[in-house]
């Protein structure tokens, strides 16, 4: 009861917006230039969420392209693998083009 009181203080005061105050990962971002939330509103500080978003999609998205090759076992099929990825986005990227 009373971090909530303490929030709601907070808020009253325009110090700093609700995004700021409920983001989560302000720790991890500590690196990030400070302060993380401007606090200046409500629209400007859901963007910098929506950035530091974007950052954990994108290192999700590099973690699930290593995946391939924890479940391959050995340099022959690592290389297939790669071979038939490039090889898909060479062949859509021609098809793109002759589309245009």
Excluded: W
Excluded at 76 to 99: E, P, S, V
């Amino acid at each position: 009861a009373k971090e909530v009181a303490e929030a709601k203080e907070i808020l009253k005061s325009g110090k700093r917006t609700v995004v700021a105050l409920l983001f989560p990962f302000t720790e991890f971002f500590s690196d990030a230039p400070q302060p993380l939330f401007t606090g200046e509103s409500y629209d400007a500080d859901l963007e910098i969420a929506t950035g530091c978003y974007r950052y954990f999609e994108n290192t999700f998205r590099q973690i699930e392209e290593c995946r391939a090759f924890e479940l391959l076992r050995n340099s022959h099929d690592r290389g297939n693998y790669l071979i038939t990825t490039h090889a898909r986005i060479i062949a859509m990227t021609c098809t793109h083009a002759a589309l245009t």
